[in-house]
DNA sequence: TAAACTTTTTTATCAATACAAAATCATGGA
DNA sequence: TCCATGATTTTGTATTGATAAAAAAGTTTA
């Protein structure tokens, strides 16, 4: 049963003979697999070696292992995609275009509802607010809408941002440690498009993006896109 | 410096202080840390629970690790986000709405060129072609456009795709190894506003998809969502 | 000086063993 | 029959010890 891929390490082959097991049908879905202290028989080498091919299989959700119970093949529910979003300015240089930032409003205000109900913060809270847009080449490619919780951050009061973006100024001072995305399209409102140079009702690829540090909501932030050009991909 | 948190495993506890150390400041960006076995001594514990700490951390990418260069904190360039794309009919089944699935084409032609580009096979070869719609409680959710190459999968032209929809045939029959995905939003054109009761130009959330086995490409499919209801989110 | 080797450091993997934790299964009592 | 409980099995984690591989740094040679 060995299958010794030369170079490779032990644990990496177990792994591809595995999935070959599994997609092949030789591991039939539902069904239990053997246990480790078989496995590591067969393949003649440790509990530890199995052990790891095992847990980093069940990562990739082809698994499913519990205790006692043993290690059984599954069927994803879905399928989980791994999506890459760049930073702005590298993703506008990496086309090789020049990139330019321009801010257009800078205000301290009390959100509308909408955005309240994002913020997790209680009505009536001043909150730092701005607007800006991203341009590749002179031409506007990204359109930001952000709110900044001054009661998280009360340092971005400080800030004018009319140099550097919020989202680099954010990288390099708030360390995050949760978010959240959402992805979806909209029409552009008269105002959007004319920020970013399309037709009203035109297409917009739009990212929401919520950022935490520890407990507190730290930005919440939307990002659009004109939809024809913008696009994320992922292989997995 | 040990934090031994009740019950939970150790290297888990190194990562979480670990994690603490890169997001404070203390271990900073770009710099070197020390090696395993100075750490394994500064815990207390073996080298190999280190080691599977700062794999995992690596794994996340907060952490680049090289042979003999040692291991240093990074920043990372974009933010990896991963999202869970549901099959159609789990995904609406679980809102409670009732699921109905309606074929609307099955065809076996030369696909167009925008087709062709993205099918990876040569000109001039039949490909089967469905469009099909999904429906919640009878309003239509998504709409589905795909292609399946027959050189791949034969037993798809014996297939009439009337009761059981393509993705469902396909999960079922073709295990896949490898999948593209690319998101992006556009303009309905006047078919697709009608199929999906929409407004002409109303903004369509699309997912277009491309599946491997193996070497060779399975299916491309693009899926049509209205863009105001479809969302989706994800939490890191 | 520059290219080709050698050394050495550091991470990567593996094995063998041990114990912990979880969950199933069987058992016995109410 | 049903529930509680404890034995048993299986995976999860940790330790120790050892070797391999990669790559930087140093050394030698042409």
Redesign the pocket.
């Known amino acids: 049963m060995k299958t010794k891929k030369a170079?490779?390490?032990?644990?990496?082959?177990i792994k591809t003979e595995m999935r070959e097991w599994i997609q092949t049908g030789i591991w039939e879905t539902g069904s239990l697999?053997?246990?480790?202290?078989?496995l590591?028989k067969q393949?003649?080498?440790?509990?530890?070696?199995?052990?790891?091919a095992?847990?980093e299989l069940?990562e990739e959700g082809k698994l499913d292992?519990?205790?006692?119970?043993?290690?059984r093949v599954i069927t994803p529910e879905g399928r989980s995609v791994n999506f890459e979003i760049p930073r702005i300015r590298l993703e506008i240089e990496e086309t090789g275009a020049a990139y330019r930032y321009a801010l257009l409003l800078r205000e301290v205000v009390v959100p509308p509802a909408d955005v309240l109900s994002k913020l997790e913060i209680p009505p009536e809270l001043p909150t730092l607010h701005l607007r800006c847009l991203h341009y590749a080449n002179e031409a506007p490619f990204q359109y930001e809408d952000r709110w900044i919780n001054l009661k998280s951050i009360p340092e971005a009061e400080q800030e004018k941002f009319e140099k550097i973006s919020p989202n680099e100024w954010l990288v390099k001072h708030v360390p995050w440690t949760d978010a959240e995305h959402i992805l979806s399209a909209h029409n552009a409102d008269a105002e959007k498009a004319e920020l970013l140079s399309l037709a009203e009702r035109d297409a917009l690829f739009v990212i929401q993006r919520r950022t935490w540090r520890k407990e507190n909501l730290v930005t919440y932030v939307r990002l659009y896109y004109p939809g024809r050009f913008y696009q994320m991909r992922t292989i997995l």
Chains 1, 2 share one sequence.
Request: positive net charge; proline residues 6%.
């Open positions: 170079g490779l390490p032990v644990y990496q082959s697999i053997p246990g480790e202290a078989t590591a393949f003649g080498c440790a509990r530890a070696t199995v052990n790891r095992l847990r069940a292992r519990r205790r006692k119970a043993g290690t």
